[in-house]
């Protein structure tokens, strides 16, 4: 039986926030215990299926692209030596391989999302208006289309079960300031960029991700959340790539094409998941954690 943990009960601490995905403790006024459960969500809403072994995944894969762009950008990660956790050995076991210890930021409150193909909620922005985000694109798009250039395009941070919108630049300097801002903007294309360049090393199109960001004490800027795994990105196989259809990929949209197949409306309650869609699910976010870490 594989490992599933759909949530964590660590009761040597105090559980502060509990997300789509993540279980957040407190560990002392400087850190956090972040862990990622094997719960999943699709447009916002948590599924009551769980992925098993997806929060192991995840955790590995945003710590190997942690790592590889600390010489862009802080991370959340902390360096706390694990040894010093009050927890008990109980409680370690059913969180072994999920979780780190963070920085205690605060959250910066938007989405950084980039952009290298027409798809999602950008695909139909542009059905609609012809931009995404009021960026205006070239007419005669098909979906899956590549972009002319790399776009950012924001999205507000809403709050558990409600949806994100996605908003101009304009409207993020109002919300972020200025400064703040741009710099989200600078890293964040760049981290897209360089990326995109060791995934196609292994033959997987980056299409599109998104970032979070928050604030330490002092105010520096520094990544956090996750980075770049199966559910805050769109990997697509380079092979079966083509233009006008969604293609197959090593994320969950597998999971959004299933419920809106079931004609699902985006409402309680939300769907059980298959075994076969559960399986398969799991298959694509091990061969993504394969190709990248080996």
Same mark, same amino acid.
């Given at each position: ?56 995944? *995840? ?25 010093? *956790? ?60 590549? =972009? ?40 964040? =294309? ?59 990929? =090593? ?44």
């Amino acid at each position: 039986m594989k490992n599933i943990l759909h949530t964590s009960n660590i009761k040597s601490l105090k559980k502060i926030y509990q997300g789509k995905v993540r279980d957040v403790y407190e560990v002392d006024h400087d850190h956090l215990l972040i862990i990622s459960t094997d719960r999943v969500s699709v447009f916002d809403i948590i599924l009551p299926t769980p992925i098993p072994e997806k929060g192991i995944i *995840l955790n590995n894969v945003s710590n190997f692209w942690f790592k590889k762009f600390n010489n862009i950008i802080n991370n959340h990660l902390s360096g706390f030596d694990v040894s010093k *956790l009050k927890i008990s050995d109980e409680e370690y076991n059913e969180i072994e391989g999920r979780f780190v210890i963070a920085k205690k930021l605060k959250p910066v409150p938007i989405e950084s999302i980039v952009r290298n193909y027409l798809i999602g909620s950008g695909y139909s922005d542009y059905i609609t208006t012809g931009k995404i985000c009021g960026i205006d694109l070239p007419e005669n798009l098909k979906m899956a289309s590549k =972009l002319p250039n790399l776009i950012f395009t924001p999205s507000s941070k809403a709050a558990l079960g409600d949806h994100d919108v996605n908003i101009s630049f304009e409207e993020m300097r109002e919300i972020v300031g200025d400064q703040n801002s741009s710099l989200i903007k600078e890293v964040s =294309l760049k981290i897209f960029d360089e990326a995109s360049k060791i995934l196609e090393s292994k033959n997987i199109i980056l299409a599109d991700t998104k970032f979070e960001f928050g604030t330490s004490a002092d105010g520096e800027l520094t990544i956090m959340d996750e980075i770049l795994t199966s559910d805050s990105s769109r990997f697509w196989l380079s092979d079966s790539y083509e233009e006008g259809i969604s293609p197959v990929s =090593l994320d969950k949209q597998f999971i959004r094409d299933y419920v809106k197949s079931i004609s699902w409306n985006d409402t309680m309650p939300a769907p059980e998941l298959p075994d076969y869609i559960v399986e398969k699910t799991f298959e694509k976010y091990k061969d993504l954690n394969r190709m990248l870490t080996g």
